[in-house]
């Protein structure tokens, strides 16, 4: 089975940085997944890590340590408008993702 | 059609009904996938398909079946509505090689079960 945290809510004031983290346990790695949901609207893909290291893509950045079981997201130059959840989600080696209970972030002017 | 597509998309349903939710995709992709939401607990996967004529089971399937005839649809049927199946329900579709393979979420279907 899979194991994935990540804290509830973060709040944070436009124009800083979040960083929001996801630590895992699971019985098969085959990559790691953001995505980013607006309140009453679907997940869309923001990133995705399978090798160690940082992949960065404008203001977002995502970070994997294959052994620690970590990954962070790392949200720079907040705008009121990246108020949302962002859900972790790992891949076994099928093609299923298994997702943590998201992280709700809320941006404050 | 642009994407992946649900219907209905929002329901409120009698307990013991039956009920099938529709997804249909444009995007080719080999795999499907239905999801349930609920506060606290994330999206959890209830059913899957890795290709047309084949499907598997997800972590919450109890209550639920899918059938995948075609490559573009993939239904969800509760055959016997109970208050537990309240939730929102989110299809997915993903290529099965090349890139990333993420998944493409649909807009969604909010279901109550009195």
Not at chain 1, 62 to 87: I, N
Not at chain 2, 78 to 89: E, I, K
Request: hydrophobic share 35%.
């Amino acid at each position: 089975g899979q194991n994935i945290d990540q804290p509830t809510e973060m709040t944070a004031t436009e124009g800083a940085i979040v960083q929001i983290n996801c630590t895992y346990q699971t019985s098969g790695f085959n990559g790691l997944f953001w995505y980013q949901q607006h309140a009453g609207e679907a997940p869309t893909f923001l990133s995705y890590n399978v090798l160690d290291g940082l992949e960065e893509k404008g203001r977002f950045s995502s970070f994997l340590s294959r052994s620690k079981g970590y990954s962070y997201l790392l949200l720079k130059e907040l705008q009121m408008k990246d108020s949302a959840s962002y859900l972790c989600a790992v891949r076994d080696g099928d093609y299923k993702l298994s997702f943590g209970a998201g992280t709700t972030v809320t941006v404050r002017a | 059609i642009a994407g992946i597509t649900q219907a209905p998309t929002s329901q409120i349903l009698a307990a013991g009904r039956r009920m099938t939710l529709r997804c249909t995709q444009d995007m080719r992709h080999n795999a499907m996938y239905w999801y349930r939401q609920d506060l606290g607990l994330g999206l959890r996967l209830i059913h899957y398909s890795n290709t047309a004529g084949t499907t598997g089971k997800g972590e919450v399937p109890d209550g639920y079946s899918v059938s995948r005839a075609n490559t573009d649809d993939f239904p969800l049927t509760l055959a016997s509505a109970v208050p537990s199946q309240t939730s929102v329900y989110f299809c997915a579709s993903s290529r099965t090689s090349g890139g990333y393979n993420e998944q493409f979420f649909g807009p969604g279907t909010r279901l109550t079960v009195l």
